[in-house]
C-alpha cells in the first residue's frame, strides 16, 4: 500500500510562498491519482489540489486557483504543491492522499493517507 511523507510547511506571512512536499513509498507514485487535502482547526477536511496519475492533468478548488500549483516527479516519487500568495485562510495541516476521479468529481475515496506538515500563514 502507498505511504506518504509530507513535509515544507512552516510559518508564513500573508502573500508569501511555500512548497510542500509529498514523498510516496511502498508503491510508485506513477500509478495513482494524487490529491492535496487541509483540514484548519475545528473545520471540515477541504479538498485543494489533485493531479491525474498518467496525463497531469490537473485540478484546483477555487479557493486556491491561481495561487497554488500542483506538480509531480515521477522519477523522484514525489507529488509538490506550490503555494504562493499565501492568505490567512490556507493555515491549515495539508495532506497528500490516493484519491479516484470520475468526470466532474475528484477527491473520491482518500487513502493512503500521510502524517500532514502544518502551514501557518500569520502576521
Given at each position: 500500500q502507498v505511504q506518504f511523507e509530507?513535509?515544507?510547511?512552516?510559518?508564513?506571512?500573508?502573500?508569501?510562498?511555500?512548497?510542500?512536499?509529498?514523498?510516496?513509498?511502498?508503491f510508485t507514485l506513477a500509478?495513482?491519482?494524487?490529491?492535496w487535502f487541509r483540514q484548519a482547526p475545528g473545520?471540515?477536511?477541504?479538498?485543494?489540489?489533485?493531479?491525474?496519475?498518467?496525463?497531469?492533468?490537473?485540478?484546483?478548488?477555487?479557493?486556491v486557483k491561481g495561487r497554488f500549483t500542483i506538480s509531480r516527479d515521477n522519477a523522484k516519487n514525489t507529488v509538490y504543491l506550490q503555494?504562493?500568495?499565501?492568505?490567512?485562510?490556507?493555515?491549515?495541516?495539508?495532506?497528500?492522499?490516493?484519491v479516484d476521479h470520475y468526470s466532474d468529481y475528484w477527491f473520491l475515496n482518500p487513502a493512503a493517507w500521510g502524517q500532514g506538515t502544518l502551514v501557518?500563514?500569520?502576521?
Open positions: 509530507e513535509s515544507g510547511g512552516g510559518l508564513v506571512q500573508p502573500g508569501g510562498s511555500l512548497r510542500l512536499s509529498c514523498a510516496a513509498s511502498g500509478y495513482y491519482n494524487i490529491a473545520k471540515e477536511r477541504e479538498g485543494v489540489s489533485c493531479i491525474s496519475s498518467s496525463d497531469d492533468i490537473t485540478y484546483y478548488s477555487e479557493s503555494m504562493n500568495s499565501l492568505k490567512l485562510e490556507d493555515t491549515a495541516v495539508y495532506y497528500c492522499a490516493t501557518t500563514v500569520s502576521s
